[in-house]
């Protein structure tokens, strides 16, 4: 091929393309989301505030929040720690437990809902354990966000353990030579340095967290008003023959996902002008 | 965020003090049955509260109830169960010996305050000429039902159909159960539970006849009004008990005994049989029964113990994996 025919056939070729992303975006994601809403506003103002007061949607909403609430401060941590771990120090196994980490992305989410259920539900090795002490885990709220910490655990190891070996040791080091404690280096070099990869990290995990559906719906149990989380609500709407209700609680879903990337770029653009 | 996790700090005391707060009792229950539990609890809750001044609380939980007695064997601390199918309360005794074997008798009539039967949900105007259990398996008419192997509504419409059969070709199984082959083989779509099966018929205009509850049958055409379906009720009929048990364990562990008990009882006195018959069930509640006798055509009932010896046996005869259900399914798609 000449280069003019190349030209040519560019010349048609990116607009081509680029309408191409624009029409499956705008088919794929954009009127979705807006088809969410408005069927949420099908039942009009009024029926959305009745839908909204609903003590059994607002539980729902409440629990959500208290699972995710949960979940990402013990993931936070958990995977800081993994990360470290895994970057900072070379020890045999290092290979075998980021694969390790992994298993919560690779294994269905139903699966991993089973496997809680029946390691701690009453047929479970510890099910004498906890009768004793009467500690309900599964079918109660305690089960729902040790789900939900499994299979939201690996997103801030995966955001770190790249950047932390891009890195590398050297400013550490220099900080430990010139007499900085463990927690000064940590608080003064590897958390500025990590912060962006972190709170990207902590923003997949919040998402996975409240929208998890699968493994919640094994170890739940449904009982309205208790383990009933937003994404089982919706559910439950929609068999109930309440589409619009399933819808609101859709539409509320994803006003929480829009709230967490607005707050993402927020703290984007104020740490940025703090430089 | 900070505000998130006050708030969610708040709700995590909130979630943690409500149980000690008032007494609360847990209903597990079938999937369909959630509006007329949301009518019958605040019913007993005010009776409770007047007989006794205790406030109560009553949560409920559906699902299909074979998943639902899964999920009691796994550790769902439920006081009471309220189904559609004794099998599924006889696995708790099996199981996980959490009540006894003769939970049947500790109520009235069979432990099943309210019973119901299959009925056939056509279309406008009847245009397939259903009938009866016959016409369902005559060419070109599309039945829709859920899977008789994961819903036990579909079980007593696959029953009910055999049933049927049995009677006509006096008790000839050689016939009944060709015949029941044709009956399948118009099947259109198989979904998972009764409201999945509703939603094919309904939203997804599939096939011609939707098979379920008569109560559920009801339930749709006035939840429905501008499709116009209309109601059979078929002349020979499988009766379809909706048995009730106390948890005995379960009730020991939380303190609950009087409650639940006192709970199922409620559901045979007159104020709940209303609510029961208003919801298309039939009761046994005398007065009741004659109040509300237009609603319910007159059908001849038969006991799937009688005519297939106890449930234990349909269940591995017909519904086990390779069972009669499944021969009968592949046969017919040759």
Redesign the interface.
Known sequence: MSQTALNSSRRWVRPLLISLGVVLTLLLLVVPLVFIFVAAFSAGVGGVWQNLTDPDMLHAIGLTLLVAGLTVPINLIFGTLIAWCVTRFSFPGRRLLLTLIDIPFAVSPVVAGLLYLLLYGSNGPFANLLDQHDIQLMFAWPGLVMVTVFLSCPFVVRELVPLMSTLGTEQEEAAVLLGASGWQVFWHITLPNIRWALLYGVILTNARAVGEFGAVSVVSGTIRSQTNTLPLHIELLQQDYNTAGAFIAAALLTLIAIATLVVKAFLQWKLARQH | ?HT??K???L??A??LSTPLAAKEL?NSSY?IA??LFAEINPLFVAHWQQQTGETLTI?????GSSRQAQ?I?????ADVVTFNQSTDIDVLHQR?NLLPANWRERLANNASPYYSTMAFLVRKGNPKQINSWQDLAKPGVGLVFPNPKTSGNARYTYLGAYGDALQRFDNDDAKARNWVKTFLANVVVFDTGG?GATTSFVDRELGDVLITFESEVNGIIK?YPEHQFERVVPPTNVLAEFPVAWIDRNIQ?NGSEKQAKAYLEFLYSNAAQQVLARHFYRVHDVEVVAATAAQFPVTKLFKVEDLFSSWDAVQSKHFASGGVLDQLLAEGKR
């Open positions: 965020m998130s996790k708030l969610a700090l709700l995590f909130a979630l847990l999937d959630r509006e949560n409920q939980s559906h699902g999920a064997l796994q550790g769902l601390r996980g409201r939840q562990r």
